[in-house]
């Protein structure tokens, strides 16, 4: 179970009804991707699955298996397509407050096409 609940009206719930467009790279029946509106780095890609989760945890407890494999899967192809995987890239899922989530929709950040710094400060 989530910690809070799902709210349809979080700005990818929109993306994935239409109601808000998206520059989507990737689609098929349990994930969508698109290119970010604000890019952190010369590639930067949201991945999403389909289903109403709020985050990585809600996703691993309630998804299924279909949507668990999906969702993975394409994680690895778009990187592939996006032409990434030579150099590097970083896969980020920030989780509530603490992790900074913004968007109450579980996502994946696919960033890369650069040498990234430092996820965090070393102590």
Same mark, same amino acid.
């Not at 239409?18 to 890609?45: M, R, S, W, Y």
């Not at 989530?101 to 400060?121: E, F, R, S, T």
């Given at each position: 179970?989530?910690?809070?609940?799902?709210?349809?009206?979080?700005?990818? #719930?929109? &993306? +994935?009804?239409?109601?808000?467009?998206?520059? /989507? !790279?990737?689609?098929?029946?349990? @994930?969508?991707?698109?290119?970010?509106?604000?890019?952190?780095?010369?590639?930067?890609?949201?991945?999403?699955?389909?289903?109403?989760?709020?985050?990585?945890?809600?996703?691993?407890?309630?998804?299924?298996? #279909?949507? &668990? +494999?999906?969702?993975?899967?394409?994680?690895? /192809? !778009?990187?592939?397509?996006?032409? @990434?995987?030579?150099?590097?890239?970083?896969?980020?899922?920030?989780?509530?407050?603490?992790?900074?989530?913004?968007?109450?929709?579980?996502?994946?950040?696919?960033?890369?096409?650069?040498?990234?710094?430092?996820?965090?400060?070393?102590?």
């Amino acid at each position: 179970m989530a910690v809070k609940p799902y709210d349809s009206e979080n700005i990818f #719930a929109k &993306i +994935l009804r239409g109601d808000i467009p998206c520059n /989507k !790279i990737f689609e098929d029946d349990h @994930v969508l991707a698109f290119h970010d509106i604000a890019p952190q780095a010369p590639t930067h890609i949201l991945v999403i699955p389909k289903g109403a989760y709020t985050s990585y945890d809600d996703f691993a407890m309630n998804a299924s298996d #279909a949507e &668990i +494999l999906a969702f993975t899967r394409a994680i690895g /192809k !778009i990187a592939a397509a996006a032409g @990434v995987v030579q150099g590097g890239y970083r896969l980020i899922s920030n989780t509530r407050e603490h992790g900074r989530q913004d968007v109450p929709h579980l996502h994946v950040h696919i960033i890369g096409g650069k040498k990234l710094g430092l996820m965090l400060p070393r102590d």
